[in-house]
């Protein structure tokens, strides 16, 4: 090292180290040769004793040094700003002078347990300044060791955290809060997140997930609320929209009673609290769904929509067998009517070779039948009730299926038939004439109930299955009579074809079934179910154009 050069008798502190170290005095205790040589490194460093001496007295952190038994020797000025106590009040005092005597002495057990040990602890404990007041203190003890590694000192770093840990609690205390109120809402809440998975649910949610048997709540009502909103699900929520009293249907089937909810949802961004979003700020979208039940309510109003239902169906069910009568007549008429047609062809024919006079009466006779027969087919045809007008709406067919099975209740009872339900938890809306599916689906009942009417009590079995698959809804009715022969499963969609040749059977059930899944562009199969019987499959489209047009 270069140094300038020194006036007699005075001397570098270095050199004089450095001299000391290479031969040092006979006698000189080890402990002072190590403190020189540490010394000696740090100023080779270039960091000099005074530059730690004035990082700790200008710490915002308060700093204390104490000896073995947290007598203190030295504290900091900031310290003295957050004890309140002056230097000279507490050099030679027990940093237990700053104890509130309200910390439990567990915690100072396990602070000098860690500390003896060599060890650093930190923890928190509460603090009383010179003027009496209490603060929260977050410290750190940290013992000082020797060359030996033997502890000699104690350095003690606190700092005041009663306003963080206001602030903590309070956060704390509103997230119970809002985690009571939203758990004695009588509402369903779930808070979702961008995947759509549960981050936060409350009690009624709990509750109702575990009654779907595992399945998950919310998957069921966001795919409800993403089918009935369409592409403006997406819309909304780009703008952070919600929505509002979306009706959802679930179907737990297995003879268990249907539910039905009100779901409103609310977006919600919270700014990401990860130290990588401090300088960028970034944001996660939660979704809050809040559902109520409205099973009852709905119970309820189907009750008095069955009973309407009950009274609509037997007024279609008589306009529809007056239509059959009338048309089983004309069909009737149109068999003697057209001989009568061909008679009197032949006798015009046959005019050429006998006399006019021959002829006359016996063509008189028979223009007289042919006009009186047309005036009657004529009558008979303008006496034929209108089919019903109905307009196209969104038809739910699980409920329409409900609601047929509602109206052959005491047919299913009467004939001791169980049916099997197992519906699709949630069907997407289909445009269609609800009415004319209704009739539909009970015709396709009643069909199966005649048929169980046939075999032994314990086969007598409906199984009702719905599915969505590919844009379709498909409804799958299987029952266990006798079934449909093969040579057959054309000749029943004839008009007036019947296999069951009792009162009441016109024949024309599937004709009808066949012109409404005509009028909404689906598809209808008969086949055999599994285990014997008749398995009837209605794919219905449920975005098409093809669906009958509305009658003017
Ligand atoms: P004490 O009799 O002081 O101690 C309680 C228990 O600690 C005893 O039963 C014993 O098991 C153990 N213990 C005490 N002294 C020793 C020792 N020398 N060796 C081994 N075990 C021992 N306390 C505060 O309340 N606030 C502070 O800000 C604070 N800062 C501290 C800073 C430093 C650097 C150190 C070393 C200690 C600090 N303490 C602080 C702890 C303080 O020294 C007291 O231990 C504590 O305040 C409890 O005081 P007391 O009189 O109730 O019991």
């Excluded at 369903?188 to 998950?216: F, H, I, P």
């Excluded at 009643?446 to 844009?471: C, H, K, S």
Aim: charged share 25%; aromatic share 6%; with cysteine.
């Amino acid at each position: 090292m270069n140094h300038p050069a020194l006036p007699p008798g005075m001397y570098d502190l270095d050199d004089a180290v450095q001299t000391i170290l290479q031969s040092p005095p006979a006698g000189t205790p080890t402990a002072l040769l190590e403190s020189l040589a540490a010394a000696a490194e740090r100023a080779r460093l270039g960091l000099p004793a005074q530059v730690y001496l004035a990082a700790v007295e200008q710490a915002q952190m308060a700093i204390s040094i104490t000896d073995r038994d947290a007598n203190v020797l030295y504290a900091n000025p900031a310290f003295s700003r957050v004890t309140g106590y002056d230097l000279a009040d507490v050099v030679g005092k027990n940093e237990s002078m700053l104890s509130d005597r309200c910390t439990p002495k567990a915690v100072y057990r396990a602070l000098w347990e860690t500390i003896v040990r060599g060890e650093a602890w930190t923890g928190r404990l509460v603090n009383r300044r010179k003027d009496g007041s209490r603060y929260l203190a977050e410290l750190v003890v940290a013992p000082v060791v020797d060359a030996a590694g033997t502890v000699r000192h104690y350095l003690g770093m606190h700092r005041d955290i009663t306003e963080m840990h206001r602030l903590e609690q309070q956060t704390r205390n509103q997230k119970a809060l809002i985690e009571s109120v939203i758990d004695a809402a009588p509402l369903v809440m779930a808070l979702l997140d961008e995947q759509g998975r549960v981050v936060l649910d409350n009690l009624s949610y709990k509750t109702l997930a575990a009654d779907m048997g595992g399945r998950e709540p919310a998957a069921l009502f966001l795919e409800a609320v993403r089918e009935r909103l369409g592409g403006e699900f997406e819309r909304y929520r780009s703008r952070g929209r919600g929505f509002e009293d979306i009706e959802v249907h679930f179907d737990p089937g297995r003879g268990r009673a249907p539910r039905a909810f009100v779901c409103s949802g609310t977006w919600f961004r919270e700014r990401d609290t990860s130290a990588d979003a401090f300088f960028e700020a970034r944001s996660r979208d939660y979704l809050l769904l809040a559902v109520k039940e409205i099973t009852e309510l709905k119970r309820r109003q189907e009750e008095a929509r069955l009973h309407t239902l009950r009274t609509l169906t037997a007024e279609q069910e008589r306009l529809q067998s007056v239509r059959e009568t009338i048309g089983a007549a004309i069909y009737q008429l149109q068999m003697p009517f057209n001989l009568l047609v061909a008679a009197s062809a032949m006798i015009e024919r046959r005019a050429k070779s006998c006399s006019a006079e021959e002829a006359r009466p016996i063509r008189a006779v028979l223009d007289l039948a042919l006009r009186n027969g047309r005036e009657a087919l004529a009558t008979l045809e303008a006496s034929l009730p209108r089919p019903q007008y109905e307009a196209l709406a969104r038809v739910n067919l699980n409920q329409t299926l409900r609601e047929a099975l509602g109206l052959v209740t005491e047919r299913l009872l009467a004939n001791g038939v169980v049916v099997d339900w197992q519906p699709a938890p949630v069907l997407p809306p289909l445009l269609g004439r609800e009415n004319a599916l209704r009739g539909l689906l009970k015709q396709l009942l009643d069909n199966a109930i005649e048929a169980l009417a046939e075999v032994p009590a314990q086969r007598r079995e409906i199984t009702i299955t719905t599915a969505a698959d590919n844009g379709w809804l498909r409804v799958v009715i299987e029952d266990r009579g006798p079934g449909i022969p093969d040579e057959l499963r054309i000749k029943v969609f004839e008009p007036f074809f019947t296999t069951k040749h009792r009162s009441g059977h016109t024949g024309m059930g599937l004709v009808l079934v066949q012109e409404v899944v005509n009028d909404h562009a689906g598809t209808f199969e008969l086949g055999s179910a599994a285990a014997g019987g008749c398995r009837v499959t209605l794919a219905l489209p449920l975005h098409s154009d093809t669906v009958g047009h509305d009658h003017e």
